[in-house]
């Protein structure tokens, strides 16, 4: 910050001569770079710091109270979570739904990539357009939509089953169907992400190490797994850690289709934690059960943005 | 190793021409040098022999078997790239051995080649790092090296030393030539420096627009060119060109007017060439080497002749001096002690066993 003072334009300051020393001093501290890079970043600051930063630490206070917020209980309501089955079973869903959707929307993401990358530039922007329109529509309406999809009795899918002599499948209502179920739309709607983050990092691949393989003796395949993944590891492992977070965090798609039913078989961490502490009125313990996403997405982004940084420093 | 024959071989895209019906014939061992400006169809050709461009017409055949149709990885080619295309992500020893290692050789062999490559190329010690921490000449060494292992039957280069600075490029222009010299593949150079064909080549190709201008050894090119083209593109400072008239007849011999005042007589030894030619008009082609000082210079057939020092341009080992010749302007290679200063008169000798006329209409040289 020190090395910073160089000022603005210093012509057309008006002479400062006569002025006292302080205002000279502080003349010259506004007119650092620095200090005006934090004055115009301030707006911003002042909002994360409101929407962010004081309920983070807001939740950590609340969650050491007990459930009339009157007295200070220190760690119990993480002891009292922790032994408690619904909420491994919480935490073992949470793993499930945020890993096995990322999974698939990395998957989907890089096929759809590629397919897109290789269509002819002229039809390339229509389809990009159209493939990431489950992005961009409002997630709760979107959702509404595949609720309605899989309603067990006047559904879209059903009534296809059914014509095709299938059995009818409970979508909702059967635990297992029901987490396909959420996994399935969370897909449908993170996929287009990857897929954008993905087709513009094989556009970054420069064509003549793809020509330089082909000139080696690489097949199709071999250009894939030696020359694209490599050359896409830290986008791939920055989007995976990104959706990760955002995943595990998820409330929206599960609130909507499930609440969390049935008998609790698809609640993640934040629609237990809703159902806790805004639908049972347990706000603190609500608190602890959010609390704990926390440190099992630090640890994962920790061990994820070492690997990008390595790889960073090695490919440049 | 094998040889590399181009028959009538043809690019379009869409309906530009970028290569025009090309025969080439390239034997084993051979360094040949494609030389050209931008967009003469030099790079198209040397990437059609690689396999990355499609050939629209023609045939290619590298070691006697037609490759129109194969993919580049059965050609047996390795080529160098203008920016090297090193993978990234792979160390230098990783980077030479990958076509080896996708070719499925025992990894003993593997590294038996690729030691032996970074031993003829000095770059042993890098074989541990990655392309990020090379310097640009160590990075040609490699890509140089990623060809070497392989040894292919066609080493293909295409404008390897563009990215280096003059110093370097020096220096990596005479490591080319010994790597050859020990490894003796054939080879296909692509450059639009004159000075890197001259010096590289066994044969040097000269292309403009699409078509192959003339063929021919260095020597050949810069003595006897074919084109007008060819006259000027090879030589720096390039040939002096001016309109001339070719006058003779009466028993007086044949005579080339340059202007009212300057006229130069035709040696002997031309005259049967451009006797047919006499009274037409053409372009009188002479290079900067050939107008010399007058004293001490006695080889070939001389003739003296005065001038007026437009500019003067010291080189150290020779000063370059530029005059009019009727509003063209021509230029001169003289001994620095004998050179005189801007505006001064002074007096010149044109070496005209060196002359060339150049038909102005088929661009052709008599």
């Known amino acids: 910050m020190a090395d910073t003072v160089q000022s603005w334009g210093p012509d057309s300051i008006p002479d400062t001569a006569k002025a006292p020393v302080r205002v000279k001093g502080l003349q010259k501290f506004m007119r650092r770079h620095s200090t005006i890079a934090v004055l115009m970043c301030l707006p911003l600051i002042i909002i994360v710091a409101c929407l962010i930063v004081y309920p983070a630490f807001y939740s950590i206070y609340l969650s050491m109270l007990n459930k009339s917020q009157t007295r200070f209980v220190g760690l119990a309501n993480f002891t009292y979570l922790l032994s408690r089955d619904t909420f491994w079973m919480v935490v073992k869903q949470s793993a499930i739904f945020a890993i096995s959707a990322v999974f698939f929307k990395a998957l989907i993401g890089l096929i759809t990539a590629h397919l897109v990358n290789n269509l002819p530039v002229k039809g390339q922007r229509k389809w990009r357009g159209m493939l990431l329109v489950p992005w961009v529509i409002p997630l709760a309406l979107s959702t509404l939509g595949w609720w309605w999809l899989f309603d067990p009795t006047h559904s879209a899918f059903n009534y296809i089953l059914k014509g095709m002599g299938f059995e009818e499948i409970a979508w909702l209502s059967d635990p297992y169907w029901a987490r396909v179920s959420v996994i399935l739309v969370n897909v449908w709607y993170g996929a287009p992400f990857f897929l954008i983050m993905y087709l513009a990092a094989l556009k970054s691949v420069p064509e003549q190490l793809y020509e330089a393989a082909s000139i080696d003796g690489a097949s199709a395949w071999q250009k894939f797994i030696h020359i694209t993944l490599p050359m896409m590891h830290n986008i791939i492992a920055i989007t995976v850690l990104f959706s990760l977070i955002v995943t595990f965090a998820n409330f929206d798609v599960v609130q909507i289709m499930t609440a969390g039913g049935p008998r609790n078989m698809t609640h993640v961490f934040a629609t237990y934690s809703f159902l806790l502490g805004i639908r049972s009125g347990d706000l603190p313990l609500g608190a602890a059960t959010s609390l704990f996403m926390f440190p099992i997405l630090a640890i994962a982004a920790i061990f994820i943005l070492r690997g990008v940084r390595k790889r960073g420093r090695e490919i440049g | 190793m094998a040889d590399v024959t181009l028959r009538n071989v043809v690019k379009k895209y869409d309906d530009v021409l970028a290569v025009a019906s090309i025969n080439l014939d390239i034997p084993n061992h051979e360094f040949v040098v494609l030389v050209g400006p931008s967009g003469c169809g030099k790079s198209t050709t040397l990437r059609m022999i690689a396999g990355l461009e499609e050939i629209t017409d023609g045939e290619i055949s590298i070691g006697g078997a037609v490759v129109n149709d194969l993919p580049p990885k059965d050609r047996d080619i390795a080529m160098v790239f203008q920016n090297y295309a090193l993978y990234p992500h792979m160390t230098v020893a990783e980077n030479m051995s990958f076509g080896l290692k996708l070719r499925k050789f025992p990894k003993a062999e593997i590294k038996t080649h690729v030691d032996n490559a970074a031993r003829i190329l000095d770059i042993t010690e890098l074989l541990g790092r990655r392309p990020k921490q090379l310097s640009g000449g160590q990075r040609q060494r490699v890509a140089m090296g990623r060809a070497i292992v392989r040894n292919p039957k066609v080493f293909l280069f295409d404008e390897p030393l563009s990215n280096l600075d003059a110093k370097l490029r020096v220096q990596m222009r005479t490591e080319i030539k010994r790597v050859h010299q020990k490894v003796k593949t054939t080879t296909v150079y692509v450059t639009h420096d004159q000075v890197e064909a001259m010096t590289l080549a066994d044969r040097v190709v000269v292309m403009n627009a699409g078509k192959i201008e003339q063929i021919g050894t260095p020597n050949d090119l810069y003595h006897h060119p074919a084109t007008r083209f060819v006259a000027g593109f090879i030589g720096s400072p390039a040939m002096n060109f001016v309109p001339a008239r070719l006058e003779g007849g009466n028993g007086a011999g044949l005579r080339v007017r340059l202007s009212d005042k300057l006229v130069f007589n035709v040696p002997e030894s031309r005259a049967p060439r451009y006797s047919p030619h006499t009274g037409k008009e053409v372009i009188f082609g002479l290079r ?79």
């Open chain 2, 288 to 366: 900067p080497e050939h107008i010399t000082e007058t004293r001490g210079r006695e080889n070939g057939v001389g003739q003296e002749f005065p001038v007026v020092l437009d500019v003067v341009e010291p080189m150290g080992m020779e000063t370059m001096v530029y005059f009019r010749v009727d509003g063209t302007e021509v230029c001169g290679r003289v001994e620095p002690t004998a050179a005189k200063n801007s505006g001064e008169a002074m007096q010149l000798r044109a070496n005209l066993d060196h002359m060339h006329l150049i038909d102005p209409v088929s661009n052709m040289v008599l």
